[in-house]
């Protein structure tokens, strides 16, 4: 793999590949157990950010555009071939939705595409949305994390990890910040969409309102939990991502 695709779990036999984009901060870590779920199902490659982990000292990046431009580019020059289906949680959902927009474009939409955690971005900001990330100290910060409950209570509590996590996290939650809904073609391809039923930040009807966004066969599953709600439900999740795929690839 290159620098921004890694596979946890091999699994060249699967048939269909399953790409996935992480959320804000996140890195391949926080999709071992949702790879290690579905591997053999399909063949799971996750998304390394710039900035986290062994990638740590190099440039952020600067947009979901420059994500998906350096993801597809990778993709293109070598890693794998069979077909792709893409999942994104929270802002790793908007990259997937920016990715799938962009094959389908090139006339290679994905198989299927998982959408989790995360509003439909034709929808207006909320009353009460969390504030711009340049406007937040350290501190506000830090207290929309504990919120989401999506980071480990050590690591909020400790300055010296803080200092080495806190960057990354600014950066994609300036992602989201800058990103601007462009109205385009409805996708053709199998879109399922997954949602917490007390996520704070997504409401269930908010989860819904990515069917505009698609032509082609849509489902929303509304599972217990917040917006952290994926590592709670990882052998459902594996059935809906395999029941979701077209045959015969989904059902071997």
Known sequence: MGDWIRCCHP???????????PHAGGSVSAYHALSGAVTGIVEPLIVQY??????????????????VDAVLGEL???????????????????????????????????VALFLSGRRAPSLPRRTGAMRPVREMSDAELVEEMR??????DELLASPELLSLFLPSMRADYQIVDDYVY??????????????????PRVGVEDARAWQREVRGAFSCH???G???FLNDHLPYV???????????????
């Open 11 to 21: 699994a060249p036999d699967a048939g269909v590949r399953l790409l996935c984009f």
């Open 76 to 110: 293109d020059s070598g890693v794998g071939s069979a077909p792709l289906a893409l999942f994104g949680h929270s802002m790793g959902a908007t990259v997937a939705f920016e990715a799938a927009r962009r094959l389908e474009a090139q006339g290679r939409p994905p």
């Open 182 to 199: 462009r109205p385009g073609e409805p996708l053709s391809c199998p879109v399922t969409v997954l949602t917490g039923d007390s996520d």
């Open 222 to 224: 509304v599972l217990t």
């Open 147 to 152: 919120k989401l409950s999506g980071t480990a």
């Open 238 to 252: 594996a059935d809906v991502i395999a029941s979701s795929l077209p045959d015969p690839i989904g059902r071997r």
């Open 226 to 228: 917040g917006h952290f």
């Open 50 to 67: 710039p900035g986290r982990q062994d990638r740590y000292g190099e440039p952020f990046a600067a947009g979901a555009d420059e994500i």
